[in-house]
């Protein structure tokens, strides 16, 4: 039975991938996910993925996209990090709790990347289509600094881009000192995979930006190994960091498997770490 409704989930997503779906509609206005008021919790999970995402419902331990798209929330397994990092449930993707503190020392411990794990057909019930579909559902957003504007790629779905407006205008706010992380970007929209692994990127979403590559540091830049990528000399602030939160977006620099450079859309990740006392 169970196995049945896996694949009549996995033929409904399959069928909005090809097809290409219609932007979801909603009102696109700036939302504080640090502040934002939250109902009454029974399922930190579930309360964290419906208020990021209106529309998407949690039914019988299922997410619910649409009347053809239901996925299971699964379980948390005891199993190898790194094999939960190459297909986690959804539920799992809240093991580790995204920190909303500073405290960089948390991500020394192996394997701590809160929202690196990422289950592919939640990530793509999301945001479907291929290539081309996100291409036309991407719009352009303007960092507004004095000395540099470039430009990133986000999608219209969920209002990402309208976050990353918000994000950015805060940050460019701060002072012209910001500019300096926006002078060699590392971009935002690129359909591709992670390095060394078959998984899609969050880049190919149109949910992912990268600030100055010189300045944000990855660990397979370092040499180190998976499971061994400790050491980590942070030079982001922590006001950008908190700005980009604000709007829904995470850090892989509180990442073991640190990406300095990286800012993904992930808003049920803060949001369930205010419920949980994150």
């Known amino acids: 039975m169970l196995a049945a409704a896996a694949n009549r989930a996995a033929l409904g997503l399959a069928a909005l991938i090809m097809a290409g779906t219609p932007v979801i509609a909603r009102a696109c206005e700036p939302v504080d996910f640090l502040t934002i008021a939250l109902p ?15 529309g998407v419902k949690i039914e019988d331990d299922h997410v619910v996209f649409s009347a053809d798209i239901r996925l299971p929330l699964g379980e948390v397994r005891e199993i190898e990090p790194a094999k939960r990092l190459l297909d986690p449930s959804i539920r799992e993707q809240f093991f580790y709790r995204y920190p909303l503190d500073f405290d960089l020392r948390p991500r020394s411990n192996a394997w701590v990347d809160p929202g690196r794990l990422r289950n592919t057909d939640f990530i793509r019930a999301l945001y479907p289509g291929g290539k081309s579909d996100i291409a036309r559902g991407l719009r352009t957003v303007i960092y507004p600094g004095l000395g540099v504007k470039p430009k990133f790629l986000a999608s219209q779905r969920h209002c990402v881009y309208v976050q990353l407006q918000a994000a950015l205008a805060e940050v460019a706010e701060i002072g012209v000192g910001m500019d300096r992380y926006f002078r060699r970007p590392g971009g935002s929209f690129a359909w591709r995979r992670i390095a060394g692994t078959q998984r899609y990127s969050a880049h190919s979403f149109g949910i992912a930006i990268d600030v100055d590559k010189t300045l944000g540091q990855y660990w397979r830049w370092s040499g180190a190994k998976p499971g061994k990528a400790g050491r980590y000399k942070n030079k982001i602030p922590e006001e950008m960091v908190r700005a980009f939160e604000r709007r829904g ?14 800012f993904e859309y992930r808003p049920e990740l803060i ?3 205010r419920i949980v006392g994150g």
């Not at 029974?42 to 208020?51: F, L, M, S, W």
Request: proline fraction near 6%; avoid cysteine; hydrophobic fraction near 45%.
């Open 40 to 54: 009454k919790v029974v399922d930190p999970v579930a309360t964290a993925i419906e208020v990021a995402y209106p």
């Open 271 to 273: 949001l369930y770490s």
């Open 249 to 262: 977006f995470i850090w892989g620099g509180k990442w073991h498997h640190y990406d300095g450079m990286h």
